[in-house]
């Protein structure tokens, strides 16, 4: 009797065993790891509510830096960490976004039609442009593609892709934006932001150590602007015309809007946790001034231009409130992750224990 005893509370205590470490191993495969702005718990939270969420390929559009200081003009590193600076011979000349490890997107005006790659360089991870931050590297230029439609200012197709000489490892201070698939609105009133390094008021530079400036803004419906375009005109100036490509934001009162030297930076707007690149930085009339807020190229109308450029870029639609990208994993049963599967195997492990004990 004594040995059969011991033999059966050797198979209890090795069947345990086996299903705690089972268990154990399951728990670490569902452990939530913050990487680059992506968290995997929210979408296992949305998976347990039967949200579909689709993880896409690359991390994109939620920086790791939070600035609480709501109200201020300066950025923190890492606020913004797709931000770069577009520079011609070691000078700052536009801004950019980067969208990809090896592709930034901006305004086709930063360059002139016969612009050879080799004048520029693409900095990225950088705050300050005047310090040594250690987060900064600089890239040089492979490819310029303006789009075709540009014809000068304030036309149409104001948009450029540069494709960098080669790809960039993403840390904390480079992380590249979303794109918004072709149908997502960005509806007249949404606060959105405007980032940049230009002049701080017409004809002023922004002081050293030329730290990153950022800017709220609200969109401005098309029909809206173009009758703030229309007031006070001039007699010797024809009205700039807001074509269906662009977009509108600021304010109407001025005060407060983009300048020289912001051209080709991001409008980005948060839509779901994740920041969408609404707009290009493309024009206005003087800076700050009445009635005139800053117009952007509305990149939502480029969609079929950038993937014939980059066939494999992703366009994101967020949906029911979460992200919803292209599929390129495996499916899981709704309702049913590893959260699922971790509990119903505690509760064998307990239920079994209290059998054999």
Known sequence: MRI????QGATKCGLAEVLLLLAVLLIGRGTCTYH?????????????????????????????ALNRNVGGEDSVAGEWPWQVSLMKMGKHVCGGALISNDWIVTAAHCFQQNSSPSQFNVLLGANKLENSWPHKLSIGVGEIFRNPRYAGEATSGDIALVRLAQPVRFTDYIIPICLPAANVHFPPGMKCWVTGWG?????????APKKLQKLQVPIIDTQTCRRLYSIDTGDNMPPKSIQDDMMCAGYAEGMRDTCKGDSGGPLMCRMNKVWLLAGIVSWGEGCAERNRPGVYIRLTSYQGWIRWHIPDMEFIQPSQGHIKVKNIGAGRTDGMGPTFFVTALLLAVWTLNRILA
């Open 199 to 207: 002049d701080i008021s017409e004809g002023q530079d922004l002081p």
């Open 4 to 7: 059969m005893v011991q033999k």
């Open 36 to 64: 680059y702005g992506y968290n995997p718990c929210e979408e296992e939270e949305a998976l347990s509510r039967g949200n579909p969420v689709i993880r896409s390929k690359q991390v994109c559009g939620r920086p790791t």
